[in-house]
């Protein structure tokens, strides 16, 4: 019996020695580095490693940085770790995970906060997709150790190839145009695999890595490489942000960090294998689907979030719901989900500099956590900007989300949202004719009215087209419908957003496929035998329209007549609508002939504006315009003067 007792104990203290001696292994940290100086002194470290939730120890001897808490999630492979960093100064920080050392980066920022200046009205963004718009010379087309893709140009929903070298090669090109700040679409790790049915995630809008620029467009350093030269050019940088929901491919999908890291959770704990990414569903042997009775997509109606008379279960399904199945929702009630993707925004911002966030799916997301995120951004940068789309086409709606607004019991802290209601009535209003009522430019009109509603009017950001419409051009090539677009676009009391390809009247309807309104930026690519991106490779008609543009929009920069200025519209009048701005004795107006007819201005009608004025300048053609006598316009015609 002592021999027994004899050989147990020695062979639990082997246990106990190779226990000892074993190391806990990190695969890593995010963030991947973080800065001192903050408002806030908080920093979150979320640790992945096999069996990281058994470590018994946490520690540092950074002066300066004290471990608040240490929180153990229900996966055994993430530790969480809550750090204040009130007295620490830059340097690299050991932290003890038992007999584990990791050394992190705390690295002194380039700049305070308040230094950080975002898009204004001043700006006009230049909104692209980077996989559609150029392709660098040393570009890779297979990214080991990427899930299944391809790059295939001649399939609108496929990768084509397009990157940030791409980007940075033609930043002269958008001087050229004369826009201001640049909005990619989002340039995180999205890698999802495509599938036989031709899906692809070359959108971006399924991150699967917060911390990594997709390899597929280039690396960390390309993006802050391309900032840095974008902003010696004097272009802005507008980051495009998805908190609402991940990519299927993420970590988190396959081992949750808890049990309500995401929405409707109880989906993914069945077997994933076999999913087609397209639909997100696994089908049995027999072709059914038995995950289908467990998830809940979105209803995609906006109208709960903000309706007094809302159901529980209409909220739910709006909020809770996925937006597709291969995008697993995130739950921002969750306050780890929340801070993390708050350190996500601001690593970005300190990392290459952005100068503003648009926030994909916004009121998709939880409204309370969504509105934290923006008040620890405003705190810490007091003028950056965040844009959130809002795709509800009722000012009121739109209204509501904006900060300060009355219209609403909380607060969210947003300063910026999209005037999807500018949208929809151009989009009617392009086909019909200016009656004296409702239809035609009356539609723009009875838009604007209701301006009041907004706490900023100058905050609102309006477009035409992006990559989730149709083209506003169709499949046509309307350049005169066009121009009254943009005019209204670049004149009126609104942050301007223009859609790649715009100006070389790139048109497209997602009819078919919405790769058929993303189409690649020609000249972009190799073997591209049309280049529209010099005066000499372009057409006749775009180069008609590229230069139009570019006049209307280098006339806009610095026009405080356009950022400060007052504004007053005019109900149509005989078909033809009048805006004018009105700064410091001088004033716009903006003319829109409504009728496929000629017409005339009576200038009489507009007295108040024109004052004692007796001449205008037309901005685009330099020609005087007299102001005594009515003006001439023909079908359609637009006119922008000043005086």
């Given amino acids: 019996m002592r021999r027994i007792l004899l050989i147990t104990a020695i062979l639990m203290a082997n246990v106990l020695t190779m226990n000892a001696a074993k190391k806990t292994v990190i695969d890593r940290i995010e963030p991947t580095n973080w800065y001192v100086g903050m408002k806030n002194p908080q920093l979150q470290l979320m640790v992945y490693g096999k069996d990281i ?65 975002g898009f204004t009205n ?52 958008f001087k ?25 995630t070359y959108h971006g809008y399924a991150t699967t890595n917060y911390y990594r620029v997709d390899p597929r467009f280039g690396s960390n350093d390309d993006y802050r490489k391309l900032c840095d030269e974008a902003h010696a050019k004097g ?72 309706d007094p008379y809302a159901s529980k279960i209409d909220l739910h399904e709006t909020v809770d719901g996925w937006f597709v199945p291969s995008m697993p929702d995130l739950n921002q009630r969750n306050e780890h989900v929340m801070t993390y993707l708050i350190q996500n925004s601001i690593w970005w911002i300190e990392t290459v500099g952005i100068d503003g966030i648009r926030m994909d799916t916004y009121p998709y997301a939880d409204a309370k956590g969504m509105a934290s995120w923006m008040k620890r951004l405003n705190e810490e940068y007091p003028n950056f900007n965040t844009v959130g789309e809002t795709w509800v086409t009722e000012p009121a709606y739109t209204a509501s989300w904006q900060k300060d607004s009355r219209l609403s019991k909380e607060n969210s802290y ?32 009875n838009s604007f009215c209701y301006d009041y509603l907004y706490e900023d009017p100058n905050h609102v950001m309006a477009f035409i ?51 058929n309104v993303r189409k690649d930026f020609p000249g972009g690519f190799p073997g591209d035998k049309h280049n529209a991106f010099t005066a000499e490779g372009r057409t006749q008609a775009e180069n008609a329209m590229f230069n139009w543009l570019s006049k209307l929009l280098h006339w806009r920069q610095g026009n405080e007549v356009i950022t400060k200025g007052s504004m007053t519209q005019f109900i149509p009048y005989k078909g033809v609508y009048v805006i004018a701005r009105q700064y410091q ?39 005087t315009i007299d102001l005594t006598k009515p003006i001439t316009l023909r079908s359609r015609q637009t006119l922008i003067v000043e005086y």
Avoid: C
């Fill in 53 to 117: 939730k058994s470590v018994k120890n946490v520690t540092t001897d950074y002066p300066g940085v004290r471990i608040d808490r240490v929180i153990r999630l229900d996966s055994p492979n993430y530790l969480l770790l809550y750090l204040n960093l009130s007295g620490a100064q830059p340097g690299n920080m050991t932290l003890h995970f038992d007999k584990t050392k990791v050394n992190y980066e705390l690295r002194q920022r380039e700049m305070s906060g308040d230094k950080r200046m």
């Fill in 122 to 173: 001043a700006d006009v963004l230049y909104m692209l997709m980077p996989d559609r718009f150029a392709q660098g010379p040393n570009h890779n087309g297979q990214i080991k150790g990427m899930n299944t893709y391809r790059e295939d140009r001649s399939k609108p929903s496929l990768r084509h190839g397009g990157d940030l070298e791409g980007i940075r090669q033609h930043l002269d090109y």
């Fill in 176 to 200: 050229e145009l004369g826009v201001t700040a640049l909005w990619f679409t989002p340039v995180l790790e999205n890698n999802s695999p495509d599938s036989d049915n031709g899906f692809s």
């Fill in 235 to 306: 272009l802005k940088v507008v980051m495009d942000m998805i908190f609402n929901h991940s990519g299927f491919e993420h970590p988190w999908v396959s081992d949750m960090p808890t049990k309500d890291w995401f929405n409707t959770p109880e989906w993914l704990n069945e077997k994933q294998s076999g999913r087609d990414p397209m639909t997100g569903f696994t089908a049995n042997a027999d072709g059914s689907e038995p995950m289908k009775s467990a998830y809940l997509q979105t209803s995609y109606k906006l109208t709960p979030v903000k």
């Fill in 414 to 445: 947003l300063k910026t949202v999209m005037d999807f209601a500018f949208f929809d009535r151009l989009s009617q209003a392009k086909n019909e004719e200016t009656d004296d009522w409702w239809n035609g430019l009356n539609r723009l009109y």
């Fill in 465 to 515: 087209d992006n990559h989730d419409t149709d083209r506003f051009l169709g499949n046509g090539k309307d350049s005169v419908a066009l121009k009254q677009a943009l005019s209204l676009l670049l004149t009126v009391k609104r942050i301007p957003q223009l859609y790649y390809g715009t100006e070389i009247l790139m048109n497209g309807t997602k009819e078919v496929t919405d790769g």
């Fill in 585 to 623: 004795g001088r004033t716009v107006l903006t003319i829109l002939n409504g009728k496929k007819e000629n017409n005339a201005l009576d200038v009489t009608r507009y007295a108040e504006v024109i004052g004692t004025n007796t001449t205008a300048r037309d901005i685009i053609t330099g020609r």
